[in-house]
């Protein structure tokens, strides 16, 4: 499960460097990417499937996103997961990110879909951080702009285009 939201805002913060957008600078990228592709890999085999992976990922706070198919999940939708490049943080969202809040998440999230993706990132040493609370209103010290008409928030924050 998601660690809870108190020690999840604080690790949002800690990680939030003003001189940092789109990776901290301790980042490795070759360490990075072969968590990655160990955890596409894992995903692959605990779900019996070939997800879908993006992993082409330039000038973003994030590495990379595989998508478990419908198919292959027990509720019957997609699973999508995104691997941020701080802190080792890892959002799991149902369908497309940013489509649900909290009590919709939980209610959606049921099945044992959630507990087998969980697994697979805490034995890589991913932390999951809720979606609910990525899509809480950003108050960190960066200054970034986001899109016109929408609000800044930590999702854009740590796991999209700064």
């Not at 600078?25 to 072969?34: E, Q, V």
Request: charged share 30%; aromatic share 10%; glycine share 8%.
């Amino acid at each position: 499960m998601p660690i809870d939201d108190r020690r999840g805002r604080e690790l949002l913060r800690r990680l939030d460097d003003p001189d940092h957008l789109e990776f901290p600078p301790d980042y490795d990228d070759a360490a990075t990417g072969a968590r990655f592709a160990r955890l596409v890999t894992r995903l692959n085999d605990r779900f019996d499937c070939a997800c879908g992976v993006d992993r082409c990922v330039e000038d973003a706070s994030y590495h990379g996103t595989v998508i478990v198919p419908a198919t292959a999940t027990d509720c019957g939708r997609h699973i999508t997961v995104t691997v941020s490049n701080f802190g080792d943080l890892a959002a799991v969202t149902l369908s497309h990110p940013g489509r649900q809040d909290g009590e919709k998440e939980r209610a959606l999230f049921r099945s044992t879909d959630r507990p087998r993706v969980e697994g697979e990132l805490e034995a890589l040493g991913y932390v999951s951080i809720s979606e609910h609370l990525l899509g809480s209103r950003y108050g960190g010290d960066n200054d970034f702009d986001s899109s016109p008409g929408s609000s800044l928030t930590w999702w854009l924050r740590f796991f999209d285009y700064p």
